[in-house]
Structure formats: structure tokens, C-alpha cells
DNA sequence: GTTAGCACTCTCGCCCCTTGAGTGCTAAGC
DNA sequence: GCTTAGCACTCAAGGGGCGAGAGTGCTAAC
């Protein structure tokens, strides 16, 4: 985009300042910044032009200039310094950081639930699994007669287990040859390689005890199908009734609602390259999101895993601070949970 | 409490039309309805005197009458007729009790979701473990070298596993000893039977491998103390917004915030006794909770362990059908978790 | 190209008024 | 003595009018 250096410099006092007062700007408030020995009459002209070029938008005619998505979006481009974390709030995200060694799934719940009260926006958080998980192990313990537990581990270094009751009485001898059986079988294979005709081969084996090696084998699958899947978590929806531009309740309940559909999380952005993401206003395909902004942070956890985390606010909101912190925790996140961090502790 | 019947029958109009309408009740409607041949005047007389009984409210000086907590309260003890519910609502509870077999916090953030979907409040349920959980039974794997998987099964047939990690090289045989020594010595108790003289006492026997010993040892402490506290989940928050009382957002924010926060939910409402609770306005202890009420039915699921599902709603609310909606939710899923329970399907 | 001046526009808050629903009281009726 | 018709009174809600204030665009001078 062709513009002067004194317009962007207009548009930034324009941005920032309704950023920091969530009311429309004017020509005097912003003549009165320093740095800038214009007159209030020379900034509407600028202002002006800035609006036909798309970039501010007035609300009705004698109101102050407000950016419009795509005035965010040029600012958030080649406008915005990004933003330096300070030492105080450094400490704050390591201190949230120091999460307790848990399942990964627990990880990300706190991890949201932190990050929304950092911000004070909503925040999700998405464990998005490796493609191709296979098992490395299977473990069939009997733990009295027709009561087994079946466990499993994967490539992936999770373990899985289930208790199974079926009307089979079986040796320990012939618990052990399915062990193997399995173990020679159904290892290294992800979901789709576990083939009918597989199954079939495994049957003339192990005919007694079939039933019992069926249920183990789609008990892997079932394991090897979740890690593949999306696991979203929502925290802090009710921040968003801490901001002005949701002290409106015909704006916000379709947003609240929107939010609280567990499969609406899914259809929020989920970038796969990139460290921070911003999305403003349109740029979301989510119909209920037009007016929302969403910044999210993925990061490497190893494994061929990806983690994300995002948070969901109006468009106008800091995206320089923001965005540092997200990049911030997320970078944390990865160092926590990547390829090479630490054994969990105990 | 004395009261006339006919006072009792111009109560009841009020209470069964203001939860109708959501609008003050004056004495022509109750006039209008049908059984009570009584004039406008002589309503207005009645209508004074429960006022001053302190079972209706007015709003303001010019408005009809809403009734006051107390007034619900005596409503719910006396006047209220059990709801008899409809071959289709029976229908639609049986249609979502249809759960998948699941982990019990699935069926219970399942039946959550579902309840609060049928009566368009939010909802909350609550599995309360029991209180005195014993291992029984311990299994331990060995991955690879210095890698092991400890699988414990409690007695309520609940089975977990964790993967460890730590620097020791053991053999098979030291690993089979170690087995013995976990059963033999460490189930049946309680976590606070697992004293620190007990420990002592088998780190004597399994020197070598105490670490891996202890290890297990402190992860089957944790699944007990797992197993004993509540599990807690919130659905539907944001239908709260669908009502009439909460179209204000000053009236709904605290409420919101309130029901949002993790460790709030365990101040709801959680009777130990009866079968379908209701707590009217100021009978609930959190101050969050003055003006909302509260209907919660617990079930049996067997193993000494129960479960709780509730709703959250203003006071104006139909108790009489939430009521039996609950209960019958309720005891479909005790039938469906309970003693007598069918092992999952697979 | 910049700026002062000015008329114009539009929102917001305020006041006032009207409307309508519902009450409590009084006096008459059964 | 209870019931009821009649009536004056109260109060919330909605609508119109008005002034203040903020900000703009345009014009003309610098």
C-alpha cells in the first residue's frame, strides 16, 4: 500500500489510542500527541483519506475515526513495534508456566485457563495429534477368571489401558500366546493398516481366544483414533463481559453462544505453519467471529505433535502485547512438552 | 403453616402464571382463571394479606404480585403437583440417556450437556467417589531399560497406568520380585494405611529397586486420592442468557463469573441424602446464588460411589417439571452406572 | 500545503408528558 | 360480615422535544 509517512504515522495514534480508550478518536486528541506539530484541521484531511483508503471508519458522521479490520490488519503488518515483554511480566509467564508434570491433556486445560487470565480474554487451546500413530506395545494382564486389562502404549509414549469382561475362560498360557501374538501382529501398524484380512490371519491363530484379542485390537484402534484427533479446551468465556464492546447483551450472546458449542471450537483458526497467528474481524470464516479477533500461538511438541493456543477478543485489543505474550508462553510450552524436555517429575 | 384454602388456590395461580409469564401476576388474570368465582376486589384483599405473610412480593407500588422465595418455598412443599411426565418427554430423556459406554467422567460431562440441552438451564454434575479406595491389584511392565509401565487396579475396578522413567537397570526377575512384593504388601489399603513405616519396611526387602517401588507406590496413592474427590463439570452456561431475569448483564455477569470459576463449583449445592433437592433464592449458602435457585438430583451407582446432576436458574422456574425431569435423568443413569449394571458393550 | 473559522450533523442525556396497568380504600349489596 | 363495584392514586415505561457537546467538512486566508 502506497501511503505517506505522515498517514501511517496518523493511523498508529489512531490505533493506539483507541486501543487504549475504546472511544472514537479525534483530530484534536491526536494533534495534541507529541511528535506530531500538525493542527487538527490538517489531521481531518489526513483522516479523511485514510477512511477512503479503507482504514478508519466513522460511525456516524460527528463521531471520532475508529480503524476498520483492514486498518488493524495494516497496522498489525508494518505498523506495530512488537511488543517487549517486560521483566515483571516475563516472571508472571514463567510463573504460570511452572505447570505440574501431568497428562498432556491436563497440561493444555491449565495452559488455557493461565493464558485467559494473563490476557483477560477467552483462550483455547488445541492438542492437535500426530497423523500416523501406531502401537509399540500391547500388555494383556488376567486379573481373575473372564476379567482382563488390556494396555497399550504407543509410538507416541502414551499408555492406555482397559478393563475387559467377557464369558471366556482362558489359561495363562493361552493369555501369554495372545500377548505375543499380538505383540508380533499388531505393533508398528497405525489404524488403517489393521486390515479385515489381518484380522482373519489372527483368527485361524487364535481361535479360543479370539474374542478376547478382537477386543484389544480395537481398543488400539480406538487409542491410536484418539491421539490422532483434535482435543480443544475453552477457558475464561466470561472475560469477554469484561470489555466494553461487549457491555451490550444482543452483541454478545451470540458470541457466548457461538463459543460454548463444544464443535464450534473446531471450526476456530487452527494455523499449522507460523509461530503467532492474527486473524481480525473478517478474516475469521466463522460467521459468529466478524467481529472478533483471534491471535493464536502454535508450537513444536515433539512426536510430530502440534499444540496451539489462541485467544478469541474484539478486534480492537493490543495485538502487540498480546501476540508477544502468546509467542512467549507458547515458545514455554514447547520447551515444557517438546523433543527435548525433561522426563516428566514425580 | 395456616392458611385458607382458598388462599392456598389464589397462591398457587399466582406462582403457576408468573412462572408462565415472567410478568407480575394482578388480581383480574387470577380472577379470569377458571374454578375461582371470586371477584377482582376480594382477590386483591387475599393477595394483601399473603404479602403480608411475606409469601408474595410487589415489584412497586402499581404492579401485580410475584412471589417471594418463602412463597416458592411453600409452593414446593404443599401446593405443587409432581409433574407427570409426557410419553414424549420420557421419550427424549430415554433418546439421551442412549449414552455411549465411556469412561465415567465422559458419561457424566455427557449427561451434563444433555440435561442442561433438555431443560435450557446450565447444568452441573458432579461424580462423588468414595471414600475409602484400596489397591487391588499392581502390575508392572518393563518397556525397555529403564523404562516401565505400573498398572494399578482399584477395587472399584477403576484401572490406570503410568509410564516411568528412571535411571536403574533391573532384570525380569527383579522386576517379577518387585510385582510380588506390590501385591503382597500394598493392596487392600487405604492411602493412608501406606505409612512411612511401611515403606521403610520394604525398601529392607527391595533395596535395588526401591526407586521404581516407590514410584508405583506414590502413583497408587495419587489414583486413590483421585478416586476420592469430586469431579465436577459445568454445561450450558450461556443459556442463563436465554431467560428473561438475565437480560440485564448487570444481573448475569456476577452470576457468569461466578459459575465459570473451577473451584466455585464446588460450593453448589451438594446434598448427600433424598433424591431430588431444590434450594429456593437465599437457601443457597453461595452469595452468587441469591436469586438463582437450585434443583439437584444424586444418584447410586454402587461401590459406596454417587453422583449428583443439577440445574442452575433463576427462581421463576417450573420446579415441578425440572423436578421429575431430574429424577428420571437420574435414575436412568443409576441403572445405567449402578450396581446392578451390564459390563460395557464394545 | 497548512490552518483558522464556522456552519452543520449527530449522539446522548435530560425532562416532561401521557398511557396503562394495578392497587387500596370506601361504601353499598347480599 | 364477607363480597363487590367504583374511584382516586401510584408508578413504570415509552415517546417527543430540547440543549449540550464533540467532531466533522468546507471555505478562505496565510
Redesign the pocket.
Known amino acids: 500500500m502506497d501511503i505517506s509517512e ?1 498517514k501511517k504515522r496518523i493511523l498508529r495514534a489512531v490505533i493506539e489510542d483507541y486501543i487504549a480508550t475504546a ?7 491526536i494533534a495534541k500527541h507529541a511528535g506530531l ?12 483519506d485514510l ?1 477512503a483508503m479503507g482504514l478508519l471508519e ?8 475508529v480503524p476498520s479490520p483492514g486498518g488493524y490488519r495494516f497496522y498489525v503488518n508494518e505498523l506495530m513495534e512488537w511488543h517487549r515483554l517486560s521483566i515483571q511480566e516475563t516472571e508472571r509467564l514463567n510463573a504460570a508456566l511452572h505447570l505440574k508434570a501431568q497428562e498432556l491433556d491436563r497440561v493444555i486445560t491449565e495452559a488455557s485457563r493461565v493464558i485467559s487470565q494473563l490476557t483477560k480474554y477467552p483462550s483455547y487451546a488445541i492438542s492437535a495429534g500426530p497423523s500416523h500413530v501406531t502401537i509399540r506395545r500391547f500388555d494383556l494382564l488376567m486379573v481373575e477368571r473372564q476379567t482382563f486389562i488390556v494396555v497399550v502404549m504407543t509410538d507416541t509414549n502414551l499408555v492406555r489401558n482397559k478393563l475387559l469382561r467377557l464369558p471366556a475362560d482362558l489359561s495363562e498360557t493361552q493369555i501369554q500366546l495372545l500377548n505375543r501374538l499380538l505383540n508380533a501382529s499388531f505393533t508398528g501398524l497405525t489404524s488403517e493398516e489393521i486390515t479385515p484380512e489381518l484380522m482373519n490371519m489372527a483368527k485361524q491363530t487364535a481361535e479360543d481366544a479370539y474374542a478376547l484379542l478382537a477386543m484389544a485390537v480395537s481398543f488400539a484402534i480406538e487409542v491410536m483414533k484418539e491421539q490422532g484427533t483434535y482435543d480443544v479446551h475453552l477457558s475464561g468465556l466470561t472475560r469477554l463481559l469484561e470489555h466494553p464492546e461487549y457491555r451490550d447483551l444482543e452483541r454478545v450472546q451470540p458470541l457466548l453462544s457461538y463459543l460454548s458449542e463444544e464443535k464450534a471450537l473446531s471450526t476456530l483458526p487452527m494455523p499449522d505453519d507460523s509461530q503467532v497467528k492474527i486473524y481480525i474481524g473478517p478474516e475469521n470464516v466463522a460467521g459468529a467471529l466478524q467481529d472478533t479477533s483471534v491471535v493464536v500461538a502454535s508450537y513444536d511438541i515433539g512426536d510430530h505433535m502440534r499444540g496451539l493456543i489462541g485467544i478469541v477478543g474484539p478486534t480492537r485489543m493490543d495485538y502487540a502485547k498480546i501476540a508477544a505474550r502468546l509467542y512467549y508462553f507458547a515458545d514455554g510450552l514447547a520447551k515444557f512438552l517438546g523433543p527435548g524436555a525433561p522426563p516428566p517429575e514425580h
Open positions: 505522515r472511544e472514537p478518536v479525534g483530530s484534536k486528541t506539530d500538525i493542527s487538527p484541521a490538517t489531521i481531518r484531511n489526513e483522516m479523511a477512511e466513522q460511525p456516524h458522521t460527528s463521531a471520532g475515526r
